[in-house]
């Protein structure tokens, strides 16, 4: 596989206006989330961005980065985008799509989900998987919870997403009742992202507002392994503030 790492960002965001290029630390989010991703080892790092702005700030720090049509309707839209016009001749077969509000992931999980993908030759996506015993993520609609059959201790095939309470927390069965929380990281093979980009809306996706569900209703196979990591995502002013307090308390440069 040859890999590359796209990270989509806008500025357009509801809950937080111009967040790819809030300051964290001296540096706009955005930077700090390429930072991150080159600590994985894998060469290339591309930002697919909605706006000049944010392509401006991204060569300014050294790195790749394609302006791709702000109207694009998705993540996973404007990551094809910036592939067709970074990538002309087909290099990269394995696209990790990065979300670019996560300055303070573990870049380790880029390798994790990368593995996934080596390991499971049906694999059209691979993903991650958080365990959780939190009885409040189990009712809060915003951690999205993915129903995985095992295929052994740490990875398998993902069935389903929701945002309900599921899989049911009785206290038989692998995990003792805990919910599998989704980290917002995929993995396309390239052929995948080419199909489901192609596809229009699913009816599971528009009723659970889940992208990855147009997938699954359309024959792609999702697999994932189980971390133990869960990255925050930055979408408020609290966020952002953990997110500035998790560098100064790591005297990041």
Known sequence: ???IIVIP???????????????????????????RARLCGIDEVLVAAGDKEIVDVVKEFGADAVLTDPALPSGSDRIKAAIDIF???????????????MPTFEPSL?????????????????TLL?????????????????????????????????????????????GGGDIFRHV??????????EKFVSLPPSALEKREKLEQLRALENGLKIY?????????????KDHLEMA????RKNNAK
């Open 224 to 236: 994932a392994a189980l971390v133990k990591d869960f990255p925050k995502g930055v979408d408020t």
């Open 110 to 126: 880029i390798n994790d989900a990368l593995a996934v993908l080596e390991k499971y030759p049906a694999a059209d996506i691979a």
């Open 244 to 247: 500035r307090e998790y560098y």
């Open 1 to 3: 596989m040859k890999p």
């Open 9 to 35: 960002a806008r500025l357009a965001a509801s809950r937080l206006p111009n967040k790819p290029l809030a300051d964290i630390g001296g540096k706009p989010m955005i930077v700090r989330v390429v930072e």
């Open 184 to 193: 917002g990281l995929y993995v396309y093979r390239r052929a995948a992202l």
């Open 87 to 101: 990538d002309k001749e087909r290099k990269y077969d394995t696209i990790i799509n990065l979300q670019g509000d």
């Open 130 to 174: 958080s365990p959780s015993s939190d009885e409040n993520e189990k009712v809060d609609e915003n951690v999205v919870k993915g129903i995985i059959s095992l295929k052994d201790k740490i990875s398998g095939e993902c069935l389903y997403f929701t945002r309900a309470n599921a899989p049911w927390s009785g206290n038989s069965g692998d």
